[in-house]
């Protein structure tokens, strides 16, 4: 069922006004975002007429925009991608890792993010990798599925990853290695390490000249005063979250199906929109309990602006895969897993079924099978159904 409100809705209403206003500063990539947003199963995409097999009922379905950013696309996109993931998971316990970057760092991620997430989820990977490998903690190599986030609850741009971590690795000597059961690695070891490789590789990227810097901050160019403004940073603890393990792998794919291909608002979430400004829910996380959801109301122009400093640079990657999971051999390696924890090694994935991958609802007057009976491109309307003729039988003769 369609939501009383979208962000298509406002994209459409208030994007054009938004774009002539903006149009020195829109990357082609969110202007992409923005038009594949507005276009999203309408005719402009073209689509399809459907029939129900038992009853005749037709429906027209317009084709789906499937980027990544579109908040109806990514549903169909999860279940896809966590069918493929299914088989990866162990039978032990997953932990949810969290790695955050603080707001001076958050500052020049907002200019660099193809460099500062990509250094991001390298120093996050690397720090998780070299803590459990330590024979003073884990003593093994572990696995990771790395999410990448950079939004608050109300838009705002807060980077940071979610890792899902096996509770446990393969060891030096080729036995699995299991952890303790609601403790994984210590969080402020973990965060001391983070914050020295992430600003470690940060000045290097700085020193080869390879950041930008705009505006307000255009005088980090400066060494000096990027080191000044990178002080408090080196002083403060960065925070490292670590919850306790999921109930079982169902319970992994459940949070990974909320998680992997999350935008930075859902539909849900929208309550208003009357043309000039947007209401929508959102955790306020400095509360606790029923004051925790809370509404917020933003002009469209903001809430447009918002939504578009989320959009990735073409071509990131934000799940990625590290240690056990990593690479060609983890096929290899998940079964080495399996062998050591005694579990049946995964059998050979079935043949797919001969029906679509994409399963259409049924029909909402009998609840029969709708098939498809007639396609139609862009911009193009579907045919009429031909006009009945009247048989021979029917012609009505004039006696005269």
């Known amino acids: 069922m369609r939501p009383a409100i979208e962000v298509a809705d406002i994209f459409r209403v208030a994007g054009p006004a938004y774009r002539i206003a903006h149009a020195r500063h829109l990357s082609l990539d969110q202007l992409k975002v923005m038009s594949a947003i507005e276009t999203c199963r309408t005719a402009a995409l073209g689509g399809h007429v459907e029939a129900c097999t038992d009853c005749g009922h037709q429906r027209i379905a317009y084709n789906s925009c499937r980027n990544r950013h579109c908040p109806r696309c990514q549903g169909a996109a999860a279940r896809t991608w966590l069918q493929a993931q299914e088989a990866n998971l162990l039978p032990v316990g997953y932990f949810h890792v969290v790695f955050t970057l603080p707001a001076e760092i958050a500052d020049i991620a907002f ?161 208003q929109f009357d043309g000039a400004g947007v209401t929508f829910r959102y955790k306020n996380y400095r509360r606790t309990g029923a004051e925790r959801q809370q509404g917020m109301t933003l002009a469209a122009d903001e809430f447009i602006r918002r939504f578009l400093i989320h959009v990735l640079p073409h071509g990131f990657h934000r799940i990625r895969h590290y240690g056990l999971l990593s690479g060609s051999s983890r096929k290899g390696r998940l079964a080495q897993a399996r062998e050591l924890l005694a579990v049946a090694p995964v059998s050979p994935e079935e043949p797919a079924d001969e029906g679509p991958l994409d399963q259409r609802p049924p029909c909402p007057c009998c609840g029969g099978t709708m098939v498809i009976i007639q396609t139609f491109a862009s911009w193009c309307r579907p045919r009429a159904p031909p006009a009945a003729k009247p048989s021979n039988r029917e012609t009505v003769h004039d006696p005269a």
Do not use: C
């Not at 490998?133 to 979610?162: C, E, F, N, Q, Y």
């Open 111 to 271: 200019h660099n993010k193809a460099l500062v997430y990509d250094l991001l989820f390298k120093a996050a990977s690397q720090t998780m990798l070299t803590i459990a490998a330590d024979p003073k903690h884990l003593g093994a190599r572990i696995g990771i599925t790395a999410v990448l986030h950079t939004w608050g609850s109300a838009m705002t741009h807060h980077p940071h990853i979610h890792m899902i971590v096996p509770g446990g690795g393969i060891g030096p000597d080729g036995r699995w290695i299991s952890s303790r059961p609601a403790f994984l690695l210590p969080v402020r070891v973990l965060g001391a390490l983070f914050r020295r490789l992430f600003l470690t590789r940060l000045l290097e990227l700085h020193d080869a000249g390879r950041l930008a810097f705009f505006g307000k901050m255009a005088g980090l160019s400066e060494r000096r005063a990027f080191l000044r403004h990178l002080a408090p940073a080196r002083k403060k603890r960065w925070v490292v979250y670590a919850k306790a393990p999921f109930a079982g792998p169902e319970a992994v794919l459940a949070y990974l199906s909320r998680y992997t291909h999350r935008v930075a608002i859902s539909n849900s979430r929208l309550v």
